[in-house]
């Protein structure tokens, strides 16, 4: 992967999904809101734009000027993880009924990861599914959640445990939106953005050490460069595999332990890119484990994650037993076995049913208090 910036990254630029008659653009800039012709992407006459309460103070009016030849409806959600369950999605599919909406619809998401999620989904179950386009606001969601088509909300037993595949038809990551995020939003998406070089590009990696306090200071040129390597990793990945038969899975790197910390705390008080910085050190410590990577290595990521401000250890009242039990319903359970995401080697991520449950035991052991 090429990894040094560009003057280009002041401007839009685009990140191709390869994904056959499913494929679809990234646009990713400052101000990538007003490049894109919204149009060329709407079916038919009409639109209905999912937002949450915060984004849309920010962004819908000016999100609904693109929008001026169509009739448009919205839907202003509560801010947070607590939306991203049945209830959440059946609010949506309510007020697109009672609007009299039909199959050439198009559902616009505009907002984070939650919106993006629980609108997608919305997207891909009613009348079996109607045409959907991304309009991340937040890091989480520009690099990670938006791409690829995953869709769903969670159950009280597990997170994102209900849900489908559906490709929007593009996304739109407008990096000015980043500026507005708060800190700790901010650093949240910076943990999937310091994964795609653990399981991917080591070059990568080492760019965003040497550029973390641009990327904390706000810095959209350097931003902007970090979107567009991470959607062009995912992107790689997911034209391989959309729907996760296999190779796609090492984007999951670190999600199961944080996934489990998430779902012991019913989805509150952390946010999903402080539980995945937790996950991908407690990976991390099971490759360190199975002579993958070095101890060093490992320090350089929990150096990297405390710099960010983000959590390096599960939260105090988590037990062993708490992980043990939570983890035996993860996704990625097959035939009663739990597979994991290790790295064979900085930068080369791999899917693993061999790692050993005394390694595992050993990794939950160094990392919770009881």
């Known amino acids: 992967m090429h990894t040094s910036l560009s003057s280009s990254e002041s401007q839009c630029c685009k990140v191709h999904v390869s994904?056959?008659?499913?494929?679809?653009?990234?646009?990713?800039?400052?101000?990538a809101m007003e490049e894109v012709v919204f149009a060329d992407y709407v079916l038919g006459r009409r639109v209905m734009i999912v937002?949450?309460?915060i984004v849309?103070?920010?962004?819908?009016?000016?999100?609904?000027?693109?929008?001026?030849?169509?009739?448009?409806?919205?839907?202003v959600?509560?801010?947070?993880?607590?939306?991203?369950?049945?209830?959440?999605?059946?609010?949506?599919?309510?007020?697109?009924?009672?609007?009299?909406?039909?199959?050439?619809?198009?559902?616009v998401a505009l907002g984070g990861g939650v919106?993006?999620?629980?609108?997608?989904?919305?997207?891909?179950?009613?009348?079996?599914?109607?045409?959907?386009?991304?309009?991340?606001?937040?890091?989480?969601?520009?690099v990670d959640s938006s791409v690829g088509g995953k869709t769903g909300v969670n159950h009280a037993l597990g997170k994102n445990m209900i849900g489908a595949f559906h490709q929007p038809s593009i996304v739109i990551s407008d990096t000015t939106t980043l500026r507005t995020l708060p800190k700790r939003e901010f650093a949240a998406g910076l943990s999937e953005v310091i994964k795609y070089g653990l399981i991917a590009d080591r070059d990568f990696f080492n760019w965003i050490e040497e550029n973390?306090?641009?990327?904390?200071?706000?810095?959209?040129?350097?931003?902007?460069?970090?979107?567009?390597?991470?959607c062009q990793i995912k992107a790689s990945i997911v034209s391989q595999d959309e729907t996760e038969q296999g190779h796609r899975a090492i984007l999951n790197f670190g999600h199961t332990f944080g996934h489990a910390i998430e779902t012991f705390l019913k989805y509150r008080d952390w946010v999903h890119g402080e539980a995945i910085s937790?996950?991908?050190l407690?990976?991390?410590?099971?490759?360190?484990?199975?002579?993958?990577?070095?101890?060093?290595?490992?320090?350089?990521?929990?150096?990297?994650?405390?710099?960010?401000?983000?959590?390096?250890?599960?939260p105090l009242s988590m037990t062993i037993q708490d992980f043990n039990l939570i983890m035996t319903r993860d996704k990625k359970v097959i035939d009663g076995q739990l597979r994991l995401i290790i790295l064979e080697a900085f930068g080369l991520a791999t899917v693993s049913t061999e790692y050993g449950d005394s390694n595992l035991q050993k990794v939950l052991s160094f990392h919770c208090a009881s």
């Not at 103070?57 to 839907?75: H, M, T, W």
């Not at 060093?296 to 599960?314: A, I």
């Open 19 to 31: 994904l056959g008659i499913r494929s679809y653009s990234i646009i990713i800039g400052p101000d």
């Open 51 to 53: 937002t949450n309460e």
């Open 56 to 75: 849309e103070r920010l962004y819908f009016e000016k999100v609904v000027q693109n929008f001026r030849e169509f009739q448009v409806n919205k839907i």
């Open 77 to 107: 959600l509560p801010d947070g993880e607590k939306i991203k369950t049945l209830d959440g999605l059946n609010i949506i599919l309510s007020a697109l009924l009672e609007e009299g909406h039909d199959r050439t619809t198009t559902l």
């Open 115 to 142: 919106i993006g999620d629980v609108a997608g989904f919305a997207a891909a179950v009613y009348q079996r599914g109607i045409g959907f386009v991304q309009i991340p606001t937040t890091l989480l969601a520009q």
């Open 212 to 230: 973390l306090d641009g990327l904390l200071g706000y810095d959209l040129n350097l931003l902007a460069y970090a979107v567009r390597v991470s």
């Open 278 to 280: 937790v996950g991908m």
């Open 282 to 314: 407690m990976a991390m410590r099971l490759s360190v484990l199975l002579g993958g990577i070095s101890e060093t290595d490992f320090d350089r990521l929990k150096v990297m994650l405390e710099r960010c401000g983000l959590p390096t250890s599960p």
